[in-house]
């Protein structure tokens, strides 16, 4: 299984102020995917990023608030921009299990706080 | 689009009672998974249905997938403190969107 790892684990941080989340796969992904949990929620797709391509973004989730970077196959990072209250979530990085399933391996989690 | 809905939202049981929880689909799915997430963890893979009307084992849990390929659920006999956790069953419309929608969870905790 993928041993996935985020950086920062949480973070609190002021309105108005941008943070970029890390993500590293130990192992070469195809698709990453980047989620969204409010507290006592269930999880939000945010986007899929594939490497060497755009990402994906789902209804509601645009590129000037959440951009995402994919420089590889073993790394992404999630920007949350310009941050209210609202954005304080859990944020969540997760991976295809392999190739032929479709289920998937979650980072930790980088827990955000915004005042 | 697609909604997943699952009931109950929460369940309190007794250490050693089972629980089951139900998954429930506004569109046909291709297949159902299902996650555990401990309070303050990550979510972790469980198990994967596929066929219509499939029945899955882990030990205590059993799954089932609706012969609609529209539901599922999960059962847990004889819970114990380490079932405790958010359960999610999460799928992907059968009409190719590769999205993986989760459903809205059952939060399970037990009295020991």
């Known amino acids: 299984s993928a041993v996935i790892s985020q950086k920062p684990s949480r973070d609190i941080c002021q309105r108005g102020t941008s943070l970029t989340i890390q993500c590293q796969v130990d192992?070469?992904?195809?698709?990453m995917f980047w989620y969204r949990q409010q507290p006592g929620q269930s999880l939000t797709l945010i986007a899929t990023a594939n490497q060497g391509s755009e990402a994906t973004y789902e209804s509601g989730f645009v590129i000037d608030k959440f951009p995402i970077s994919r420089p590889n196959l073993t790394f992404s990072t999630l920007t949350v921009s310009n941050m209210s209250p609202e954005d304080s979530s859990i944020y969540l990085c997760?991976?295809?299990?392999?190739?032929?399933?479709?289920?998937?391996?979650f980072g930790p989690g980088t827990r955000l706080t915004v005042l | 689009g697609q909604q997943v809905m699952q009931i109950p939202q929460y369940q309190h049981v007794q250490e050693g009672e089972d629980f089951t929880t139900y998954c429930n689909s506004s569109?046909?799915?291709?297949?159902i998974q299902w996650y555990k997430q401990r309070p303050g963890g990550h979510p972790v893979f469980l198990i994967q249905l596929v066929k219509s009307g499939e029945v899955k084992k882990q030990k205590r849990l059993t799954f089932q997938f609706g012969e609609a390929k529209k539901n599922s659920s999960l059962h847990i006999t004889a819970t114990q403190t380490t079932d405790v956790g958010t359960y999610f069953c999460a799928g992907f419309a059968n009409f190719g969107n590769e999205k993986l929608t989760f459903g809205t969870g059952t939060r399970l905790t037990i009295i020991p």
């Open positions: 997760s991976v295809e299990a392999t190739k032929t399933t479709d289920t998937q391996y």
């Open positions: 192992s070469q992904v195809t698709m």
């Open positions: 569109t046909t799915l291709s297949n």
